[in-house]
T-cell receptor, first 117, second 110 residues
Framework: AQKITQTQPGMFVQEKEAVTLDCTYD???????LFWYKQPSSGEMIFLIY??????QNATEGRYSLNFQKARKSANLVISASQLGDSAMYFC??????????????FGKGTRLSVIA | NAGVTQTPKFQVLKTGQSMTLQCAQD?????MYWYRQDPGMGLRLIYY???????DKGEVPNGYNVSRLNKREFSLRLESAAPSQTSVYFC?????????FGPGTRLLVL
């Protein structure tokens, strides 16, 4: 059974600093996808970044990058140059049988990030 | 291009009442999903539809039914609401390499 673990319930970071949010996963499926979402206090789920298990390079989207270590089964999110607007809940999620795009995600419990001025 | 839309945004029900949560997507995605979010629990899958005409149970399907009305629309029905169904409900649709969420419905069952 697939499983996602986020071990940091809460994190603090100084504005303009970089921060890493941890995520480990467990699956026996060779084809899987890893996702990160941001949930601000307003409640919507905002898609940030995706990494496929067969992707050769680590994913990057603007200030977000994914540190994908396949052998360690980790997919940590790195946010560079933190901004006050980055304060939110962050969820890591995984999807098995990822080749179709038609399977559901399994989510971790999330990490609450607080950016300090 | 509205993405994924959900109605209503907020609802209060009494125990035993029924209601249907509506979801629609305009991205021509095959698959659609219903999740619920409870404090400290992340999101959990209720039901999903991998393609038009198919539905499957997720982790927490008890007390819910779904209908994939067409490729665009996927509704979630509570036949007899219970206080344990107080939650935030998210609809989503997906394609390869992403999954997009609607704004959510906050449901309070008294």
């Amino acid at each position: 059974a697939q499983k996602i673990t986020q071990t940091q319930p809460g994190m603090f970071v100084q504005e303009k600093e970089a921060v890493t949010l941890d995520c480990t996963y467990d699956t026996s499926d060779p084809s899987y996808g890893l996702f990160w979402y941001k949930q601000p206090s307003s409640g919507e789920m905002i898609f940030l970044i995706y990494q496929g298990s067969y992707d050769q390079q680590n994913a990057t989207e603007g200030r977000y990058s994914l540190n994908f270590q396949k052998a360690r089964k980790s997919a940590n999110l790195v946010i560079s140059a933190s901004q006050l607007g980055d304060s939110a809940m962050y969820f890591c999620a995984m999807r098995e049988a990822d080749f179709s795009g038609n399977t559901p995600l399994v989510f971790g419990k999330g990490t609450r990030l607080s950016v300090i001025a | 291009n509205a993405g994924v839309t959900q109605t209503p945004k907020f609802q209060v029900l009494k125990t035993g009442q029924s209601m249907t949560l509506q979801c629609a997507q305009d991205m021509n995605h095959n698959s659609m999903y219903w999740y619920r979010q409870d404090p400290g629990m992340g999101l959990r899958l209720i039901y999903y539809s991998a393609s038009e005409g198919t539905t499957d149970k997720g982790e927490v399907p008890n007390g819910y039914n779904v209908s994939r009305l067409n490729k665009r629309e996927f509704s979630l029905r509570l036949e007899s609401a219970a206080p344990s169904q107080t939650s935030v409900y998210f609809c989503a649709s997906s394609e390869i390499r992403t999954q997009y969420f609607g704004p959510g419905t906050r449901l309070l069952v008294l």
